[in-house]
């Protein structure tokens, strides 16, 4: 079946600009993770979604990031007023919700590129 | 708090020699730990994950993982290295009934022929 997919694929914008990411995850999927990866380190936590459940947004470097979705479907992040700083590969994953046995695998999306000039 | 750490930035090994990636973790909670590889313009794929069942895990490509929670370690071993071995290894730890995954910085693995 489908996987995770994360659009656009690459996204060049100027600074101060505002830009929105997309996700959608892999249906059946009520977990959603979104992460970001600068050049040569590995993944930042930024939020996750769970069901209906209100989200863990401790992850978010500051008040110009927000993410939204609805239900178990699309997921959008949002950067507002974009810095040269937020430029780096923003991940999205998906998981089946938490079993007895503890988190599950999460399936990463392609990533979307983010360059602010 | 957790956090996870990837002891070594850069690991060369020969083909055909033993590999060994380390990490260690710090969890207050009962920890879940995880190994992911990232392939060079490729997506991550989980290896294998610790759930607090068998504390020597086997996953994917004949790797595997043991947990040593008196050391707080979860080194990923593998007895004989492939080229196609050759990769970002990303050693991940989350605790059991939480939510926040906390990824390492990354070990790069090179394989020589």
């Known amino acids: 079946g489908a996987g995770v997919s994360q659009s656009p694929s690459n996204k060049v914008t100027e600074k101060g600009k505002d830009v929105e990411l997309r996700c959608d995850p892999i249906?059946?999927?009520?977990?959603l993770y979104w992460y970001r990866q600068r050049l040569g380190q590995g993944l930042e936590f930024l939020i996750y979604?769970?069901?209906?459940?209100?989200?863990?947004k401790s992850g978010l470097p500051s008040d110009r990031f927000s993410a939204e979705r609805t239900g178990e479907s699309v997921s959008t992040l949002t950067i507002q007023r974009t810095q040269q700083e937020d430029s780096a590969v923003y991940l999205c994953?998906?998981?089946?919700?938490?079993?007895?046995?503890?988190?599950?695998?999460?399936?990463f999306g392609p990533g979307t590129r983010l360059t602010v000039l | 708090a957790q956090s996870v750490t990837q002891l070594d930035s850069h690991v060369s090994v020969s083909e055909g020699t033993p590999v060994l990636l380390r990490c260690n973790y710090s969890?207050?909670?009962?920890?879940?730990l995880f190994w992911y590889v990232q392939h060079p313009n490729k997506g991550l794929q989980l290896l294998l994950k610790?759930?607090?069942?068998?504390?020597l895990v086997k996953g994917i490509n004949g790797f595997e993982a043991e947990f040593k929670k008196s050391e707080t370690s979860f080194h990923l071993t593998k007895p004989s290295a492939h080229m196609s071995d050759a990769a970002e290894y990303f050693c991940?730890?989350?605790?059991?009934?939480?939510?926040?995954?906390?990824f390492g910085a990354g070990t790069r693995l090179f394989v020589k022929a």
């Open positions: 991940v730890v989350t605790h059991t009934g939480g939510f926040k995954t906390i």
């Open positions: 979604f769970q069901g209906n459940s209100a989200p863990d």
């Open positions: 969890s207050s909670y009962s920890p879940s």
């Open positions: 610790y759930t607090s069942a068998a504390t």
């Open positions: 249906s059946g999927h009520t977990a």
């Open positions: 994953a998906s998981s089946l919700a938490f079993s007895v046995q503890g988190p599950n695998e999460q399936f």
